[in-house]
């Protein structure tokens, strides 16, 4: 699918390029271009909310080499999630599994958590969350430890409805990742 898409792509873009007159060479670069972006894997992580999986817009990675992960549809205020390893060996011995929730603010988003979570243990290899299981935030259990924005402890992730906000979600291993996924609130 991925490289039927690159082929068509490339050749549309050269199409249209020889048509608003420019050179077979241009176009033969701007083709190369738009193919290598959408070849490029930006992580190897894929992440869900409340069962909604994370998505690139693939127009925009294709154009400008970018685009951000987001979930389509607004998750509850306590979502569940789950993450999946799609190349488990890119990866290595994972030692550390956390995530933190920023607050869209002033048409960025927060540089200071609403939420940070992390294991109760967190020199235990073994008491990470784990690929493929799904997590409430709203009960993560007492396996793990949840701080709020004022740095309290709290039992369960609560945001507010109807705002943005960015979960960042970082495996830390011999070849460390960290993804952000950006959603709505319902």
Known sequence: MIKRMIAMTTCLSGVLILIAGCS???AGSTG??????LARKDS???IWLDGEVAKQTT???AATGY???KIKEPVSTSPKLKF?????DKFGRITMVQF??????????SDHAEFVCVASDTNNPQAQMRPGVEYDLGKPGEQFKLFNFKSE????????PGLKYMLVLTVKADKSETANIYFKTK
């Not at 999946?84 to 488990?88: A, H, T, V």
């Not at 402890?153 to 507010?160: D, P, R």
């Open 24 to 26: 077979a060479s241009s």
């Open 32 to 37: 190369f271009s738009i193919g290598k972006n």
């Open 44 to 46: 190897h992580l894929k």
């Open 59 to 61: 127009w925009k990675k």
């Open 67 to 69: 685009s951000r992960f």
């Open 84 to 88: 999946e390893i799609e190349d488990p």
């Open 100 to 109: 933190q929730i920023h607050q869209e603010f002033e048409a960025d988003y």
């Open 153 to 160: 402890e709290v039992e369960g992730v609560a945001l507010t």
